[in-house]
Structure formats: structure tokens, C-alpha cells
């Protein structure tokens, strides 16, 4: 707590409260108040946590420190081998730790994997087409999808605003894949034999992280990936695939701004099998913003959603203590 006291300025701590989170200034008038900081402009009267900070960029459309903090959550509890094979299910496992580690306030109103019904004219025995995603999953464009990230408006962060996030991954792996196009091959080349160099591994995959850390956004969008199939490897530019996720992700917010999806199932919209949102009618309806974040090599970027879906209806409100009574 800061104490102006006698003409000093002094530091101490206040029992049950982290001095690094919250700063209070107690003086014995406005007149001091002003004295103080007029004096001492460097101290602010409330330092905001970082996850505030983070949070608070991210719902006004700079989700950079928000990424900068998932990934170092990733390059420091990762393995060398796990990155080079990093998978999209584990990057989503990175998104819910970073969201479950907030207090209650914050942790109920993110939801992974919010099932949509996004096309009622598909039939269950059709599939939509699929978006490239080398991970298996529902591509938007079926009969059902699901949204990866769904962070409902947080009221003290930024009231009115949800946000709708779609997670891919490039790994080092999928990039040295689409060069060999053979699964042997490229391991082979990559990961060395009896004859290489011990740190052969190590060195190749360097150079590929090191080329995509240096690369452009318009580089990045030229370069290719594999992916396995059933008939074998193909190979996709990453460009293609961030305007195949910006097609799954207009289906997905096309869905949540048309409310709850009627048990007729001639509507699209959230499925009424989701009970951890509850969706009402509004004359302030909260904005849906669209956001694809890709992990490429040892790197995110993110691509907002262009154009944004417009809500004209609905709010959306996450189920107390959703979390404690689920079940699935």
C-alpha cells in the first residue's frame, strides 16, 4: 500500500493483499492527492493484473498479449518432440489451462468446444466439406460444428463484446512433410539415421523454426504444409487454409448470432443439447467477433474475422458455476 505520511513516500505491504496486484493511495485530501501525483508521475493508482491487461486487449481486437502468453506457456512446458508434432487437440489443451487458471469471475464464461448446429439442410448421413484442418474435426460446413473458443462478454473486462476463436496448427513436422510428401522420407531426412550427425534433428528443425519466425505474413500464407490422408500425404498452402478456416468460422458465428437452434432443427444456431449457455433477447445485443489463431512451427499469428457477423438479437450469459455441476 502507499502511505503519503509526513512528507514521505513509502512502500508497504497491507496483510492479505499482493502489493504487486493492487496499489491503493490514501492521503488526507484531493489537494494532497494532486501534489503527489503531479510529483511522482511514474506511480499509478491501481496497477491492473496482467491477465486483466491481456484479457482487455484481447476484447478490444489485440489478442497479441494474450498469444505471447500462450506461447510461452508452450515453448516452456514442451518438449522438443512434442513441439515438432504439435497437434491442435494440444493446443487446445494449452487455451483451457490458460482460461482455467482465472478466478471464478472469468473462468465460467469460456466455453471449449460449443456445439453449433451450423447447416440444418445437411442430412446426418452427409458431411460437409472439409476445411484442410490436418486434424480431424467438423469443419463448419457439415450438419453440426463445434467452436473451439467461446468467451462469452466478460462485465468487467468488456461488457457486451463475445468473442468466437478457431484454433489450427502447422507443425514443423506438417511443414518438413509437404517438401519429402512420404512420411518415411521425411523422417528419414529430417530426423537423421545411424550415419548423421548427432544433433542432426535438432539442426533441421531449427532451421525450419528460424525460416518461419523470418518469414512475412504474405511468405507465411505462400508456404506449403502436409497432411495425411487415407489415400496418403497432400499438401495445402497455409494461405488456403486460413481461407478455409474464415469460411468455418463465418458458419460458426453465422450459428451463434441466430440464438438457440429450435428442436425442429430447420434453424441454425446453438444446439439445445448445450446447457452451458443460456441465450436471450435483447435490445443491446452483444457483438460477436471472429478470430482464427494459427500455431505454425514455434509461432502464432492471429487473423481476425473479415467481416464481422452481425448480432441483432441476442446476449448471451453462461451458466453459473457451470463448471462445478456439468457432466457433459
Known amino acids: ?14 496483510p492479505g493483499i499482493d502489493p504487486d496486484t493492487v496499489w491503493e493511495l490514501k492521503v488526507a485530501s484531493n489537494f494532497a492527492e494532486y501534489a503527489l501525483f503531479s510529483s511522482f ?13 491481456e484479457l482487455r486487449a484481447l ?35 494449452v487455451f483451457d489451462g490458460y482460461f482455467c487458471d482465472l478466478d471464478g469471475r472469468n473462468e465460467d464464461c469460456y466455453l471449449a468446444q460449443l456445439g453449433l448446429l451450423t447447416n440444418p ?4 448421413q452427409q458431411t ?22 467461446f468467451i462469452a462478454a466478460l462485465q468487467r473486462i468488456h461488457p457486451g463484446r463475445t468473442l468466437v476463436i478457431e484454433l489450427k496448427v502447422v507443425s514443423v513436422w506438417n511443414l518438413f512433410l509437404a517438401i519429402y510428401e512420404d512420411e518415411n522420407l521425411c523422417r528419414t531426412k529430417v530426423e537423421g539415421g545411424p550415419r ?20 512475412t505474413i504474405q511468405q507465411l500464407r505462400a508456404t506449403s504444409y502436409g497432411y495425411k490422408t487415407a489415400r496418403g500425404v497432400n ?16 458458419s460458426y458465428t453465422s450459428a451463434v448470432v441466430n440464438g438457440k437452434a429450435d ?3 430447420n434453424k441454425k444456431g446453438i444446439t439445445s443439447a448445450e446447457r452451458r449457455i443460456v441465450v436471450r433477447n435483447s435490445d443491446s445485443p452483444d457483438e460477436v467477433l471472429g478470430l482464427i489463431v494459427c500455431f505454425i512451427g514455434h509461432r502464432i499469428i492471429a487473423v481476425p474475422l473479415e467481416p464481422q457477423v452481425q448480432n441483432k438479437q441476442y446476449t448471451y450469459d453462461v451458466v453459473p458455476r457451470w463448471r462445478k455441476n456439468w457432466k457433459g
Open 263 to 265: 428442436n425442429g432443427t
Open 41 to 53: 508521475t511514474a506511480i499509478r493508482f491501481y496497477k491492473e493484473p496482467s491477465r486483466d491487461m
Open 196 to 215: 548423421d550427425p548427432p544433433n542432426t534433428f535438432r539442426k533441421n528443425v531449427m532451421e525450419m523454426v528460424e525460416k518461419v519466425d523470418n518469414a
Open 59 to 93: 476484447y478490444e481486437r489485440n489478442p497479441r498479449p494474450m498469444l505471447d502468453e500462450i506461447l510461452r506457456r508452450i515453448l516452456s512446458n514442451k518438449t522438443f518432440q512434442d513441439l515438432y508434432r504439435f497437434t491442435e487437440l494440444a493446443f487446445q489443451t
Open 121 to 124: 439442410s445437411v442430412t446426418d
Open 1 to 14: 500500500m502507499l502511505l503519503f505520511h509526513t512528507g514521505e513516500l513509502k512502500m508497504t505491504n497491507w
Open 235 to 250: 499438401t495445402q498452402t497455409i494461405g488456403a487454409m486460413l481461407d478455409d478456416a474464415a469460411i468455418q468460422l463465418n
Open 128 to 149: 460437409g466439406r472439409r476445411s484442410g484442418a490436418i486434424t480431424q474435426g467438423p469443419s463448419g460446413l457439415g450438419r453440426f460444428g463445434y467452436a473451439d473458443v
